[in-house]
C-alpha cells in the first residue's frame, strides 16, 4: 500500500481468519469524509464476514491517525454539511462497538483527535512506546463530542477532562497505558507487529462465538450511542460555523 494516494486507502486483509484493516492518507493518516464512510463499509463488511474471526486495525508510517481531515474541515460553511461531517467518525466508532469480532488496535504513532477515538474504540490496543496523545479540538473553538463516549469509557471521565482541556499538551503513551487506553507498550516496531499477531492468533483459536457475545458485555450500556453521537456531531456542526472557530481556523492556516 502506498501512503502516497492523495484521497488515502482503505486496505483489507485476510489471513486464517484474521482480518487486518490498514488505513492511510498522505496528511499524517487524517480521514476525510469518503474514507470514513470507506472505513464504516469495510467494518460493517467484516462483522458480516463468517470467515473471520479476529479484526487488526493499523495505519502505515509514524503517525496512527490525526483524526479528521483539516483541509475538509476549512470547507465547512453550513450546518448540514458540518454535522454530516462530524458524523463521520460516529460512523466508524458505531460500527467498531457493533462488529462482533474483536477488534484489536495497533498503535504505531502518535493519535490527535479522531485519531485517540479509533484507539479508544478498539476492544484491545497495543502501542509503539512514542504513540503520545492529544485532543486539540477546543483550542479551535469546537470540541471532541463526538469521540467523548468512546474515549470516556476507555479511561474515564477524569483523564478525558485532562485531555479535553489541554489542547496542546501530549500525554505520554505511558499515561495512556496507566489510564487503560493501550494494554501494552513495546518498544520497537517489530515487537509491536510481532506482540500484536501473536495476540490476534491467540484469540481466532478461541470460540468465536463466545467471543461475540463476550463483546456484548464488553459494550453493554452504549445501546444509546447511535442517537447520541449524532447528537454531538450536531454539536460539532453548529459550533464549526462560530466566529471564534472561523478565526481560529484562519489562524492555524496562516
Given at each position: 500500500?502506498s501512503?502516497?494516494?492523495?484521497n488515502?486507502?482503505?486496505?483489507?486483509q485476510?489471513?486464517?481468519?484474521?482480518a487486518?484493516?490498514?488505513?492511510?492518507?498522505p496528511?499524517?493518516?487524517?480521514?476525510?469524509?469518503?474514507?470514513?464512510?470507506?472505513?464504516t463499509e469495510?467494518l460493517n463488511?467484516?462483522?458480516n464476514n463468517?470467515?473471520?474471526n479476529?479484526v487488526?486495525?493499523?495505519?502505515?508510517?509514524?503517525?496512527f491517525?490525526?483524526?479528521?481531515?483539516?483541509?475538509?474541515?476549512?470547507?465547512?460553511?453550513d450546518?448540514?454539511?458540518?454535522?454530516?461531517?462530524?458524523?463521520?467518525f460516529?460512523?466508524?466508532?458505531n460500527a467498531m462497538?457493533?462488529?462482533?469480532?474483536?477488534?484489536?488496535?495497533k498503535i504505531?504513532?502518535k493519535a490527535v483527535g479522531?485519531?485517540?477515538?479509533?484507539a479508544s474504540?478498539?476492544?484491545f490496543?497495543f502501542?509503539?512506546?512514542?504513540?503520545s496523545i492529544?485532543l486539540s479540538?477546543?483550542?479551535?473553538?469546537i470540541?471532541?463530542?463526538?469521540i467523548?463516549?468512546?474515549?470516556?469509557?476507555?479511561?474515564?471521565?477524569?483523564?478525558?477532562?485532562?485531555?479535553t482541556l489541554?489542547?496542546?499538551?501530549?500525554?505520554t503513551a505511558d499515561?495512556a497505558?496507566e489510564?487503560?487506553l493501550?494494554a501494552?507498550?513495546?518498544?520497537?516496531y517489530?515487537?509491536l507487529?510481532?506482540?500484536?499477531?501473536?495476540?490476534?492468533?491467540k484469540l481466532?483459536?478461541?470460540?468465536?462465538e463466545a467471543l461475540?457475545?463476550?463483546?456484548?458485555?464488553?459494550w453493554?450500556?452504549?445501546e444509546n450511542?447511535d442517537e447520541?453521537?449524532?447528537?454531538?456531531?450536531?454539536?460539532?456542526g453548529?459550533l464549526?460555523?462560530s466566529?471564534f472557530?472561523?478565526?481560529?481556523l484562519?489562524e492555524?492556516k496562516?
Amino acid at each position: 500500500m502506498s501512503a502516497e494516494n492523495p484521497n488515502g486507502l482503505i486496505e483489507i486483509q485476510i489471513d486464517n481468519t484474521i482480518a487486518t484493516v490498514t488505513f492511510s492518507h498522505p496528511a499524517s493518516n487524517s480521514f476525510p469524509s469518503d474514507l470514513l464512510q470507506k472505513l464504516t463499509e469495510e467494518l460493517n463488511a467484516l462483522n458480516n464476514n463468517d470467515s473471520v474471526n479476529v479484526v487488526i486495525l493499523q495505519s502505515t508510517g509514524k503517525t496512527f491517525c490525526a483524526g479528521a481531515s483539516f483541509e475538509e474541515l476549512l470547507s465547512i460553511n453550513d450546518f448540514e454539511t458540518g454535522k454530516n461531517f462530524f458524523s463521520g467518525f460516529a460512523n466508524v466508532i458505531n460500527a467498531m462497538r457493533k462488529c462482533s469480532k474483536i477488534i484489536i488496535g495497533k498503535i504505531q504513532g502518535k493519535a490527535v483527535g479522531g485519531g485517540v477515538g479509533l484507539a479508544s474504540a478498539c476492544d484491545f490496543a497495543f502501542a509503539y512506546q512514542d504513540a503520545s496523545i492529544k485532543l486539540s479540538e477546543i483550542a479551535i473553538g469546537i470540541g471532541p463530542f463526538v469521540i467523548e463516549p468512546a474515549v470516556s469509557r476507555k479511561i474515564g471521565k477524569t483523564a478525558m477532562t485532562q485531555l479535553t482541556l489541554q489542547p496542546y499538551h501530549w500525554q505520554t503513551a505511558d499515561w495512556a497505558v496507566e489510564k487503560g487506553l493501550y494494554a501494552d507498550l513495546f518498544d520497537s516496531y517489530g515487537e509491536l507487529d510481532e506482540n500484536t499477531l501473536a495476540f490476534a492468533k491467540k484469540l481466532a483459536g478461541y470460540n468465536p462465538e463466545a467471543l461475540a457475545e463476550m463483546k456484548k458485555v464488553f459494550w453493554e450500556g452504549t445501546e444509546n450511542w447511535d442517537e447520541l453521537l449524532y447528537q454531538r456531531a450536531a454539536i460539532s456542526g453548529r459550533l464549526v460555523l462560530s466566529d471564534f472557530t472561523k478565526n481560529a481556523l484562519s489562524e492555524f492556516k496562516k
